[in-house]
């Protein structure tokens, strides 16, 4: 049985930033300039009365009846599976808050959210990312929780599972892991929500530090996954 894999990811200062537009755009001015060698010959000018021209009442502009409709929350396509395949199950959506920073096909996620950086000296992000796989035919929700916490084992540091739950999120099951480990400096309180939506599998972890780092972010990163939908 074909194993699957979980990425955490945490970013240093040092990681670049995406923009967030397209890029910035160049500005051509152009000049229009009619210059002359030597002297030229001007013609002294004639004074022109000026004739007054009523001007034409101008109607008002009519009043929008209908507001604009706000911005949808980003969607990504074209998601990948965590071994660079095509995804193929359905698109997800998360409605992260809009002063993170959103990375797509980021080290093994198919997309990272990050909170701003606090101060200068921030070597730590919390986020979310999301690691999505195709599972094989005969993979049942149990083996998808079992495999998950089998592979957070040997990669991890110090793990411990704190404790699990299962919920519903958007009306989708989820199975909820909240862990303790350790990797490299960091001493991490996470916590994975597994979705299983026929074959296709997606692992939303919420990445966070022990202590003050969770309890100033846990519900804030809680918040934007509870926002997750299959469409």
């Known amino acids: 049985m074909r194993k699957l894999f979980l990425v955490l990811i945490f970013v240093f200062i040092g990681c670049g930033k995406s923009s967030g537009g397209a890029g910035d755009t160049a500005r051509s001015n ?34 929008v009846s209908e507001a604009l409709p706000e911005a949808a929350p980003v969607e990504e ?15 997800y959506f998360i409605d992260y808050p809009s002063d993170w920073e959103i990375k797509y096909k980021f080290m093994g996620s198919d997309s990272l959210g990050l909170t701003p950086m606090e101060s200068a000296g921030d070597t730590f992000r919390e986020n979310i990312n999301v690691v999505l796989e195709n599972a094989p035919a005969d993979y049942t929700r149990a083996d998808c929780i079992k495999s ?3 592979n957070m084992k040997k990669m991890l540091n110090d793990f411990k599972i704190i404790k699990q739950s299962d919920i519903k999120i958007n009306n989708l099951k989820c199975h909820v892991i909240e ?12 916590r994975v929500y597994v979705f299983m939506v026929e074959q296709s599998l997606y692992d939303v972890t919420a990445s966070m530090l022990k202590g003050d780092s969770f309890k100033k972010f846990n519900q804030i990163l809680e918040n934007a996954v509870k926002t997750f939908k299959i469409n």
Do not use: C, W
């Open 30 to 63: 152009l000049i229009s300039e009619n210059a002359q060698d030597g002297k030229d010959d001007v013609e002294e000018a004639v004074p022109v009365e000026a004739v007054p021209v009523e001007a034409e009442p101008v109607d008002a502009p009519a009043p």
């Open 77 to 91: 396509e074209n998601a990948l599976a965590i071994d660079g395949s095509p995804f193929l199950g359905p698109k």
């Open 148 to 150: 998950t916490i089998e």
């Open 179 to 190: 862990y303790s480990a350790t990797m490299g400096q960091y001493q991490l309180h996470n």
